[in-house]
């Protein structure tokens, strides 16, 4: 038998036709868990899952048991498949350990038929640590999108965040939904800004434009900044080079902010009166669950609108 390591993201190749394996798990702790593997036959034995048959793109994901909502703070999953090869030979795929505390739920294996081969993808492992769960979850859920289109040129920019602190951000946005906010742009931020700079500016001129060290303080904007009593944005926007583009996090945008030539995506707390034509993710109570319980197929469109928007890949309509 021989056995081979998986990184993060990394894939092996077998045979499509005939394939069955068995995939073996284990959970720090004696933390009880599901497994769901939708779109292939499936039969579990204890700790043990076998598999066969998959249709299309399938994907392993691991849950912890209908008694608690998360995985307990430090737990982990480890896992392994076994693939019975020519000969009776059994070849071993290592994945990685996931660290799986305080998640609701974590994508171990994804399975992409291609012609007469199936591609097993070992699910990513975020180097971002620091990243809050809700930001690690947006960061995984943009990273699987890209890899299911072939994505492997990451582009990577300069970004300025705007942040809204107008008298209408107070009562329009509670606390929970702007600290969300924060964690979905940081979460996104952490794959197109990786070794670019992001900068920081709010609606007030108070406020002088800064630069931030990493992604993750993004996640924790509302520490900093608190809704004042200020009408309308009074701060310099033509501080912004035209060459980077902008996250706005507000609950409506300003046509000071429209007329800015940047690519640009807004995260709203309230869904706009007037279809402005900017790319935009409005929060609503869906899209908050969602994040909330780490549901990366909902999170899939939301969150490569915002990166494609970002990035030029979803050119912006002239205003």
């Not at 204890?46 to 608690?68: A, K, L």
């Not at 896992?79 to 020519?86: E, H, L, N």
Request: with cysteine; net charge negative; charged share 25%.
């Amino acid at each position: 038998m021989s056995v081979i390591r998986l990184g993060s993201n990394q894939t092996y190749d077998v045979a499509r036709e005939g394939f069955s394996a068995r995939l073996e798990f284990d959970v720090s702790g004696d933390v009880a868990f599901r497994v769901e593997i939708p779109a292939a036959e499936s039969n579990r034995r204890g700790n043990t899952w076998w598999i066969r048959n998959p249709q299309g793109n399938t994907e392993v994901t691991v849950f912890p048991d209908s008694s608690r909502g998360e995985f307990p703070s430090g737990a982990k999953v480890y896992a392994s498949v076994v693939i019975q090869g020519a000969g009776n030979q059994e070849i071993t795929l290592q994945l990685p350990t996931y660290p799986i505390g305080g998640l609701r739920s974590i994508p171990v294996l994804h399975l992409f038929p291609a012609g007469d081969l199936l591609r097993l993808q070992a699910g990513d492992v975020s180097n971002d640590s620091s990243l809050d769960t809700e930001a690690s979850g947006i960061r995984s859920a943009l990273g699987r999108s890209m890899d299911k289109d072939g994505s492997t040129d990451v582009t990577r920019v300069n970004v300025t965040v705007l942040v809204d602190k107008t008298a209408s951000m107070k009562f329009s946005t509670d606390r929970d939904t702007f600290e969300t906010m924060c964690s979905f742009a940081a979460g996104v931020l952490s794959v197109l800004s990786s070794g670019h700079s992001i900068s920081l500016m709010t609606s007030s001129s108070s406020d002088p434009r800064v630069r931030v060290e990493n992604p993750e303080e993004i996640s924790s904007l509302s520490e900093r900044f608190t809704p004042v009593r200020e009408v309308g944005w009074n701060s310099d926007l033509y501080q912004i080079p035209p060459d980077e583009s902008v996250v706005v996090i507000s609950d409506d945008i300003p046509a000071e902010v429209l007329k800015l030539p940047n690519r640009m995506h807004v995260l709203s707390s309230r869904k706009p009166l007037v279809d402005h034509r900017t790319s935009t993710t409005h929060f609503d109570p869906m899209l908050i669950s969602a994040i909330k319980n780490h549901d990366q197929r909902l999170l899939a469109a939301p969150v490569r609108q915002m990166f494609d928007a970002l990035t030029g890949s979803a050119p912006r309509e002239d205003h």
